[in-house]
């Protein structure tokens, strides 16, 4: 297994430990098999209770649609295990 690969399995765990992350996750990913991703980034520029630094990891991983879509399959795959 290379270094990545395992990286991702810690974040996809990670995320899966905490129920707000893995919901924003689960959001986003089907926000954006809805194309509905670009407004959410749009959204999040104009929003006054997000610090920038959240808003720059939010519109990063909103970008990423790779990845959303494995965390989304990771989290279905091991639902029975959490």
């Known amino acids: 297994m290379t270094g990545g690969r395992f990286h991702d399995l810690e974040c996809f765990e990670a995320i899966s430990q905490d129920d ?3 919901r924003i996750f689960l959001r986003m990913a089907a926000m954006s098999q809805q194309g509905r991703l ?9 929003d006054d209770d997000l610090d920038d ?11 990423d649609e ?6 989304e399959d990771y989290l279905q795959r ?5």
Do not use: N, Y
């Open 20 to 22: 707000d992350t893995r």
């Open 38 to 46: 670009p407004s959410f980034v749009a959204q999040l520029q104009h």
């Open 53 to 63: 630094e959240t808003i720059g990891h939010l519109t990063e991983l909103a970008s």
């Open 66 to 71: 790779p990845f959303l879509l494995a965390v």
């Open 78 to 82: 091991t639902s029975i295990f959490h």
